[in-house]
Nanobody, 123 residues
Framework: QVQLVESGGTSVQPGDSLTLSCVASGNILHLNAMNWYRQTPGKPRVPVAGITADGTTNYTLSLKDRFTISIDTAKKEVNLQMKNLRPDDTAMYYC?????????????????WGQGTPVTVSS
């Protein structure tokens, strides 16, 4: 099976920078893309940024100037660099991976989610 583990979430002050990491493990045959989402209580999970295995990126337009996503396919790791953080960036940040893997004796392609890492931006 495939697992994703996010890390790097913490409490910071407005204007600070922070980098989140997400590492995939398991019987992965091919990593097609990895993405970051975020969610605040009572609201739906929304996309932040995504990147394909060949490095093509996409961002939520309002975050593009402050957030940068990168991928290391050899390490099966995606990072999210966040600059000039604001209180409204406070959220649980989740990563997911679109990956092809061995699952129950068959090759499976699926979207796998991590458990999330919390980011709090407050003075």
């Amino acid at each position: 099976q495939v697992q994703l583990v996010e890390s790097g979430g913490t409490s910071v002050q407005p204007g600070d920078s922070l980098t989140l990491s997400c590492v995939a493990s398991g019987n992965i045959l091919h990593l097609n893309a990895m993405n970051w989402y975020r969610q605040t209580p009572g609201k739906p999970r929304v996309p932040v940024a995504g990147i394909t295995a060949d490095g093509t990126t996409n961002y939520t337009l309002s975050l593009k100037d402050r957030f940068t996503i990168s991928i290391d396919t050899a390490k099966k790791e995606v990072n999210l660099q966040m600059k000039n953080l604001r209180p409204d960036d406070t959220a649980m940040y989740y990563c997911n991976a679109d990956c092809t893997y061995w699952g129950d004796h068959v090759i499976t392609r699926n979207i796998i989610w991590g458990q999330g890492t919390p980011v709090t931006v407050s003075s």
